[in-house]
Every structure is written in C-alpha cells, then in structure tokens.
C-alpha cells in the first residue's frame, strides 16, 4: 500500500474488526538473505497463500510505494471520467480481458451481482512487446508511470526464486496486467454485501496496495459462510502479496493459492470510495504448467501424470470449466493440506 499520505485521507480501518493475522515479511531482510525471513516468507505462502511485504527500509521498495501512489492517482482520474467514456473502452471477455469492466458483470458468491469497476492495462502494451492499444486518456498519458510500477513491482518479486523471474521475463509476451480497481462508496453501507466475488488468481504471483479495507480471505479447512470470511487490514508502507494457481501447480501444492475477495469495507471505511491497484503476474505464454523440480517440491508420482499443457491452454482450459461451472475455485495447496 502506497505512504502514510493515502492513509490519511480515509477514515481508519475499525480497531474492533477482526483481521487475519497475515505475516508481515520485510523486503530489505530478504534483500539481505536474511534466513529467518526467507523462513517466515515460506511459511506464509504454506499456510496462508498471503502475506504483507514491507517496503520500507529497502530503496527498491521505497521507490515501488512512491510509484504505487501515482497508480492510485491514476486509478482515480481513470474512475472519475464519464460512464460513457469508460464504456468505449469495455472489455470482451471471455478472450480479451484488457479494459474497462462496468461494476455488475460478474456473479458473486452470494448469487448477486458484483459491484467492481475494474481497468485491466496489458503489460505488452505498456513495454512495447505488441503493438500499442488505445486506452482511456489518463492511462495514455501515463504510460512511463505504468513502465516504472510494471518496471518496480517486477524487481521487487523476481528477488525470489531465480526459475520464477525467468519463467515471467518482461521482455516476452504474457497476459501479465496492471488492474486498478474501484468499489463506489455506499451512503447507508450494506456490510453483508460483496463487492468482488470469491476467486483465486490464476497467475504466479500478485502483488496488490489497498488503503481502504475490504479484502477478505477464507482461511484453509474454513466453510464458505459468511461468518468465516476475515478481513486483511491495509498497513501503510506494505504491499499485500499472495500466491496464484499458476505457482501452486508448479510446486506440486506446496504453496497455497487462497481463496479471497472484496466485501464492503468495515465501519466509516464503507463511505469512502475505494480504490486498489494490483500487479497480476502471469507467466510467458509459451511456459509449461509441469511441476517444476526442486528441493522442496515432492517428485510427481507415476500414477499422477504430470501437466504437459503449456499456460495458454491450461488457462483457457480453466476459464472454461469455471464458466461451465464444472470448477469452482477454492483455496489449494499448502502445508495443511498437502499434495492437490
Ligand atoms: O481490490 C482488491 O483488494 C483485490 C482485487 C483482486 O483480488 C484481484 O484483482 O484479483
Ligand atoms: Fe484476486
């Protein structure tokens, strides 16, 4: 999440509302290869499939939080144009996902609609990889803002394991994206309702800065009810990363890819608007979805048959049963539960 200044524009997250106890994992101890903090990272994708990465102290760091906040600037001035604007630029899904989302599209967990303006900007269009796409003018006018966040936030999380920088390069075609994110404010909150509904993201990783509350998990052996549904407390100076299906597949489940989505943001939260920003990392088209092989990784097992579609197949394999209804996405992968 961007500096204390965005912080300070909004009403406080409420002292009373439970929050999942996240980890918070600082980015200047791991840039020092300091051991515990590897261990403490490792264990947070284990059990949660979340964890809060400090910035501060880290140069890198610091530089991705100043950048972040043009994001969010950004993510206003996008909102604040007019519907029919924004709608020039809707996207088409299911094959292209690129562009502007109206809120009310998409089915929720509770069989209502969503209430999420999202803006999804492709990373090769911004890096010049594939030919440029006309987006909405705030977005074109800020496209070495979006080269430095994509630049940044890369840096920041290819630090990790050598193999997971090189299977997302910035330099090949992927369907990695900037999304920026809008949940309208509500005058007489509805605190039951969801404004995104429950999913896991599909890619490797995702890094995401909220201010506002809102984002919630479902803790693993936990039932899908309401009650069960926690919140994640934005912490000024970090960002809140989680682990995609993408990574958990590569590892065998090792790691965990949670459940989550965004509810109503608890107490005066919810009059405010909210806005967030997220880096999707997804992997280069052409890569393989086969169990990567390492130390930590269990050999997959004769009887199991290992993955042999590349990404693209596998992505559009999954968004299709998740369409047909034949898969619906829940929280996977890590110590608790061992192997998928
Ligand atoms: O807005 C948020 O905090 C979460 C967004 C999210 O989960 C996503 O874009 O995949
Ligand atoms: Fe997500």
């Not at 998409?106 to 803006?119: A, E, H, S, V």
């Not at 919630?216 to 009810?225: H, V």
């Amino acid at each position: 999440m961007p500096t204390t200044k965005y912080f300070a524009q909004v009403p406080p997250f409420p002292s009373e509302v439970q929050i999942v106890p996240l980890p918070k994992v600082s980015l200047q101890k791991l840039q020092n290869e300091s051991v515990e903090e590897s261990q403490l990272l490792l264990e947070a994708c284990q059990n949660w499939g979340f964890f809060l990465l400090d910035l501060q102290q880290s140069e890198k760091g610091e530089e991705l939080l100043e950048v972040a906040g043009k994001m969010f600037d950004l993510t206003k001035e996008t909102f604040d144009l007019d519907q029919s604007v924004l709608d020039r630029y809707a996207y088409k899904p299911p094959h292209d996902l690129t562009g502007y989302k109206r809120k009310g599209q998409l089915k929720t967990d509770d069989g209502k609609m969503d209430r999420m303006d999202l803006y999804s900007i492709n990373q090769d269009d911004i890096l010049a990889n594939r030919p440029p796409r006309r987006n909405a003018d705030p977005i074109e006018a800020k496209r070495a803002e979006l080269r430095q966040f994509i630049e940044s936030s890369h840096s920041v999380i290819g630090l990790n394991p050598g193999t997971l920088s090189a299977l997302c390069p910035l330099d090949q075609i992927s369907e990695t994206s900037v999304r920026l994110l809008l949940g309208q404010s509500q005058s007489t909150p509805e605190y039951d309702s969801i404004t995104l509904g429950g999913h896991t993201d599909i890619g490797t990783i995702t890094l995401l800065f909220n201010v506002v509350g809102g984002l919630q998990i479902l803790p693993a052996a936990k039932e899908n009810t309401p009650e069960n549904w926690q919140y994640i407390k934005p912490e000024p100076g970090h960002a809140v990363v989680n682990i995609g299906d993408t990574l958990l597949e590569w590892t065998g489940g090792v790691l965990r890819s949670a459940l989550h989505r965004v509810s109503t943001a608890p107490g005066e939260q919810a009059l405010v608007s909210r806005q967030s920003v997220a880096y999707l990392v997804r992997p280069k088209n052409s890569a393989s979805m086969q169990t990567l092989k390492g130390e930590f990784i269990p050999p997959v097992e004769e009887n199991e048959g290992d993955e042999t579609r590349s990404v693209n197949e596998w992505a559009a394999w999954r968004a299709k049963q998740i369409m047909l209804g034949q898969l619906k996405p829940q929280t996977r992968g890590g110590t608790r539960m061992g192997k998928v």
